[in-house]
């Protein structure tokens, strides 16, 4: 479907009209509502506002609840012809944020300097974005109804991406990739305007060594040290790391024994993992298992007494990796055609080192593009910013994208 130029022009000035008058208004609503993870009932009034807006355009709504009860309500809304089981354009944000409310982190402003700038929690990480996509989808909506009503997309909201989705990654994401024929996700831009097709995997993992506690003085011989284990361990587990493969490990805590005179009969640490492809990740997970069966394996010099530890390996992979593919790269193009011509810049970003939600639905075979909200910087930090006018062109382009969407 091409998009003529007379629609061009009515969704640019739809957009332009509704910007200030409603866009900017909505979205310091939704910021100034806080909505840290961990705050069901914040969330849930946050989401409801995505409600409110998803409902005055006529999307269908399905509330899919946390089975565990920590989280608020993911969202899926649906334009009026998308089916339960069609293929569709998956639209896809996160409601929640970092900042809970005693930051004091809870207000929405302008900077006095430029007025393009604006600042609270969530403005840039990434309520602008949900914005992007109401906003886009509103614009169609009012401008060409016979092709709002036709499109085939769903607004992903979920409640937990910022502490990696565990919920939404079996009950949001597991049923919607084979429904979906591509994913947008509008985390926050990157220099350039480039777009994101490629993301760095995560791993959380955790390594408890077993020892045998004794008294330090009295009966030293007898205790068999954690601590020393985890020691001879750790060189092993950073050994792992792997710069040109994009390969890091980061043994970033430690913690063991209760008391100076006590030899320490359990010690572990806390690893993250990294890593560019899915079969690295798989090497990574198998290495950090094989230390349970043989934890010294090629360390030289090892006390006998050692040999008795027991090694407890324990974690999983948080985020796969977003590997560009093909049909991504045919999708980043698509969408760039409509970036290039509301002035945004076009080209691909270097692969990111952090996840998303794009991660969860490119391992699962859908075709995925990133960093489609607005420019800005400093996300997950209290001077966090975003730009009005960069915000306003992601809006326009995704709408043209959904106007030519077949």
């Not at 509330?63 to 069609?86: C, K, Q, S, W």
């Not at 906003?135 to 009503?149: E, I, Y």
């Not at 050994?239 to 209760?258: A, K, Q």
Request: with cysteine; charged share 25%; glycine share 8%.
């Amino acid at each position: 479907m091409t998009v003529r130029s007379d629609l061009h022009e009515r969704l640019r000035e739809r957009i332009a009209a509704d910007f200030e008058a409603e866009q900017v208004p909505w979205l310091r609503r939704l910021v100034e509502q806080p909505s840290h993870t961990y705050a069901r009932a914040d969330v849930e009034a946050a989401a409801a506002i995505v409600d409110e807006a998803a409902a005055a355009i006529g999307l269908g709504r399905t509330a899919i609840a946390d089975p565990g009860g920590l989280f608020a309500d993911h969202r899926v809304y649906a334009t009026p012809a998308t089916a339960e089981g069609d293929r569709a354009i998956a639209l896809v944000g996160h409601v929640d944020t970092v900042f809970p409310r005693s930051l004091g982190f809870l207000h929405f402003r302008r900077e006095p300097a430029d007025d393009d700038v604006i600042h609270g929690p969530g403005v840039l990480d990434m309520k602008s974005g949900l914005s992007a996509i109401l906003f886009a989808l509103r614009a169609l909506w009012a401008v060409d109804r016979p092709r709002f009503d036709a499109l085939k997309a769903r607004f992903v909201c979920v409640s937990d991406e910022e502490v990696g989705s565990p919920s939404s990654n079996e009950v949001v994401y597991e049923a919607l990739a084979p429904r979906s024929s591509a994913a947008l996700v509008f985390e926050a831009g990157r220099e350039g305007d480039r777009i994101v097709t490629a993301r760095k995997g995560g791993g959380a993992f955790t390594v408890t060594i077993h020892g045998r506690a004794a008294h330090a003085g009295n009966d030293h011989e007898a205790g068999v040290n954690a601590i020393h284990a985890l020691a001879l361990l750790i060189p092993k587990i950073e050994g792992l790391t792997d710069y040109e493969r994009g390969v890091t490990l980061n043994v970033g805590l430690i913690e063991g024994g209760t008391a100076k005179n006590t030899v320490p009969e359990q010690a572990r640490c806390s690893i993250d993992a990294r890593f560019e492809t899915a079969a690295d990740a798989d090497a990574v997970v198998a290495a950090l298992h094989a230390l349970a069966d043989d934890p010294f394996a090629g360390v030289e010099v090892i006390p006998e007494r050692l040999r008795t530890v027991r090694v407890e390996v324990a974690g999983r992979i948080t985020r796969p990796p977003m590997e560009a593919t093909p049909a991504s790269e045919r999708l980043r193009e698509r969408y760039e055609r409509c970036a290039a011509a509301v002035g945004l810049g076009v080209g691909e970003a270097p692969l990111q080192g952090g996840g998303s939600d794009a991660n969860l639905l490119a391992a699962r075979g859908v075709p995925c593009i990133d960093g489609l909200g607005p420019a800005g910087r400093y996300f997950h930090r209290v001077d966090e910013w975003s730009s009005l006018s960069s915000l306003r062109q992601r809006t326009l382009a995704l709408a043209l994208f959904l106007a030519e969407a077949e």
